[in-house]
């Protein structure tokens, strides 16, 4: 899969729906939240000049958790109808999402599965899926969030990263940015505790930076049923084999520690493997990296004997 920046493609952001999506992020400062990104757009060869009018949120059945989201489809299609009846020539451009909660500083590999299964939909109205990821929160500056925008193509790998210098933010009228339902919802909205919420989790952003530069194969995806971030992927060893590593993140604690194990293992790998069963790593590259080496020294002790 090939990702990188695309200086070809701009974004046109109306400042009405980028601050209800900063207003959305606000309210769920510890739960991963999102949207319906609608707009127009202008396709020149390859060029795609996108502009997004408006965003719809995730409505009042939305489910939240600090690394999940499950949108409202009924309440966004319903509100879509009633904007497409005031602007007819309105289209779904794409999705908006949170990492600000979790610390992951790009698409997961989940995202991207989900992002190219929609744009190659045969219901996806458009060549093209546009998606904004919010990243972390702002300390200063002009905005309060930091974001990324990325386009998926329709029959192709390819996802383009568009650089800040193609977004640009204009003070013209939104079509519609409501949040309706999470605002005043009690019942799906998050509970308010006296205590702080939890501060994103720092390893995650350095895990993936670094899976990223040096082992990209290893993707970033999501336990439904554990409710947990893992990675998995195949690591190459010195004698050219691979082998598939899972590395599990266990949230339970309010400083998440990480295990790791190997999918399938030959019987040869058991020895180091079971060192590993209950030993815990305060990152998930640390985890990757010592039993790598690990395994690595077995294979280079092996050869040698």
Sequence with gaps: ???GKHP???????????????????LYDSHETGGRLIGTY????????IHLHGVIGPGPQAKRSAVSLFQDGHYQEEVFRKV???HPHVEHLGNWHTHHCNG??????RDHETYHRTVNHEKHNTDFFYALLVVKKNHGGSQRYQIKHFVFHRNSQRVDEIPPSHVHVFDGP?????????????????????????????????????FADFYPNLKGLVSKSLGALYWKG???LIDGSRVELLVME????????????????????HGVLDLYKDRQFESARHAVMQLRDNLNHLLFTQRKA
């Design 42 to 49: 202008h396709k020149t060869g390859e060029h795609y000049d």
């Design 8 to 26: 070809a493609h701009k974004i046109t952001i109306t400042k009405g729906a980028l601050e209800a999506i900063f207003d959305e992020c606000d």
């Design 84 to 86: 497409e009846e005031v």
């Design 174 to 210: 939104e079509w519609w940015a409501g949040n309706a339902g999470p605002a005043t919802s009690k019942e799906h909205a998050p509970a308010h505790h006296s205590t702080p919420a939890p501060a994103p989790n720092a390893q995650r952003l350095k895990d993936q930076e670094f």
């Design 1 to 3: 899969m090939f990702r």
């Design 234 to 236: 195949p690591v190459a």
């Design 104 to 109: 992951l500083a790009t698409l997961s590999g």
């Design 250 to 269: 266990n949230p339970a604690d309010s400083t998440p520690s990480y295990s790791i194990t190997v999918t399938s293992p030959d019987a040869a790998l």
